[in-house]
């Protein structure tokens, strides 16, 4: 009876697990951004599964059920064709689906880091669940597979995830026939019906439901297991759960999103200065708005409607430069629009204190609302950062500010595996003489 108190060691395993891994309404922002779908999964179909008395699922957990597809509406049937198990809200601003396998180690990593999430976003995360069992490399995948479609006949599916999850480790080294007679024990402890879950485990239609997944898989190109979708995007930050966290906060942002770049709103007759409050001081920078108009009037507007506000230096490289203006402290993010660059303005990078556009190498017209400060001159600037990124500024005064900035670089998880949190800039202050 090890495993009648299931659902309070799942928590309490979550919750170890979290310590051990210590990181306004405005009329311009544009609408709520529709979910991508470049990798074309296939709709969302979930089937009936909802949690007993006794369940493991967190006591805010919805699962939804459609009648689109064959659904075990009686206990004694199998599922026909291949549906998705869905944890959280309908209206979640982000889904990630997982096409994963229970005997999978980076999948149970993943399923306790995609739990801690769904904790530290409450209704903003709906998670989905596809099938897809390793079973040339992995001995007991498709017995697992079908330990959690037995399940799920009783409405149990998220009762055996956790299960077999939370207890992988205990089983990964037994044979087929021990792991069918643990997984028997662990349906006894939670309540299952036993008998009907055995004559499931026991169904050869199972078979042909598992390869059905697989193929449904293979024909979207997915073929690693774990493979996570973020809204229909392939994840492909670091593969622990500070990128997992990385990409929800930079899927949330599209939701600040505007329509459209500024118009021009500069009066090139006047001087415009950005004051850059931060949490150690602040920064003054002279705007170099006949030099860049473009660059400054987009910075101006930003600023002014708090963009900037609450974010951080998210990437600070002593003698090289800090980088900011990402709300998500991806480097990633962007105000959705671009702006065109303005990088032969006559500006070289050979001294400290110029606050240029930020945009990947190379594409120069894709800047949006990241910038970085110079501490000094930036190795080989004549052939790599010249008439290539736009200035727009000279810091005037605070240079002392940025040299007391926190290094961090979340793109290098070798020297800074956990970055320490970034510097963070209260507002961004605009001043016109």
Known sequence: MRYRFLGFMLVLLLMLMACNEADSDDSSRGPRAELTQSTAPPPLVSTEDNASADSTLPPDATETATTDEPTATDETEIALAPRDYILGDDDAFVTIVMYGDFQSRRAARYARDLEILRAEYPGELRLVWRHLPDTQSHDKAALAFRASEAAAAQGR???????????????????????????ISYAAAAGFDVAQFEDHLDNPAYAELLEAYQQQAADLDIVGVPTLLVNGEPFSDRDVLYGLDGAMRLALLARQHFDAAPPMSLDLERDYFA????????????????????????????????????????????????????????????????????HDNGYIFDQPGLVAMSHPPGEPDRAGSQFFITYGPLPNH????????????????????????????????????????????????????
Do not use: C
């Open 382 to 433: 004549q052939t790599e950062w010249d008439r290539k990124y736009t200035v727009f500024g000279t810091v005037v005064s605070g240079i002392e500010v940025l040299e007391a900035l926190t290094p961090r670089n979340p793109g290098d998880p070798l020297r800074f595996p956990n970055p320490p949190p970034g510097d963070r800039i209260e507002t961004i202050r605009i001043e016109v003489e």
């Open 157 to 183: 599916f998220w009762d055996m995830h956790a299960i077999l999850f939370t207890t992988q480790s205990e089983w990964l080294d037994l044979t087929p026939d021990a792991f069918r007679e643990e997984l």
């Open 275 to 342: 004051v850059i409050q931060t949490s150690k001081g602040e920064i003054r920078i002279d705007l170099l708005e006949n030099d860049a108009p473009v660059s400054v009037n987009n910075f101006v507007f930003l600023a002014e409607q708090g963009w900037y506000d609450n974010t951080t230096f998210f990437l600070v490289v002593p003698e090289f430069y800090a980088q900011a203006g990402d709300p998500s402290a991806t480097g990633r993010g962007s105000p959705g629009y671009w702006i065109p660059g303005e």
